[in-house]
Nanobody, 124 residues
Framework: QVQLVESGGGLVQAGGSLRLSCSAS????????MGWFRQAPGKEREFVSA????????YYADSVKGRFTISRDNAKNTLYLQMNSLKDEDTAVYYC?????????????????WGQGTQVTVSS
């Protein structure tokens, strides 16, 4: 099956930037789309951003629109999330996910594979 490994998380001051990476391996097929979700303490996991692997159509949660940018490198099987102008409320564990089927990329139930997550902590 597909294995997803996130990296790039860490501690950053409010207003700063981080770039998350998600490396995918072990697959023999092309994913339809991949996305980022996050889960803050005491909250449910929520959609952050997603991108279609072919074509690059992207989607963003209202809370991150204009600040975060999702991208992918098909040749490297890597997904990225550039996070700028970080806020305290962005603090969460960020998860990479992949879907091998057609569906709504903003819905958590549409994803088939998940990484273990990477911690992002924003301090002010």
């Amino acid at each position: 099956q597909v294995q997803l490994v996130e990296s790039g998380g860490g501690l950053v001051q409010a207003g700063g930037s981080l770039r998350l990476s998600c490396s995918a391996s072990g697959r023999t097929f092309r994913d339809y789309f991949m996305g980022w979700f996050r889960q803050a303490p005491g909250k449910e996991r929520e959609f952050v951003s997603a991108i279609w692997w072919i074509g690059g159509n992207s989607y963003y949660a209202d809370s991150v629109k204009g600040r975060f940018t999702i991208s992918r490198d098909n040749a490297k099987n890597t997904l990225y999330l550039q996070m700028n102008s970080l806020k305290d409320e962005d603090t969460a564990v960020y998860y990479c996910a992949a879907s091998i089927r057609v569906g709504d990329p903003v819905q958590i139930s549409k994803y088939d594979y998940w990484g273990q997550g990477t911690q992002v902590t924003v301090s002010s």
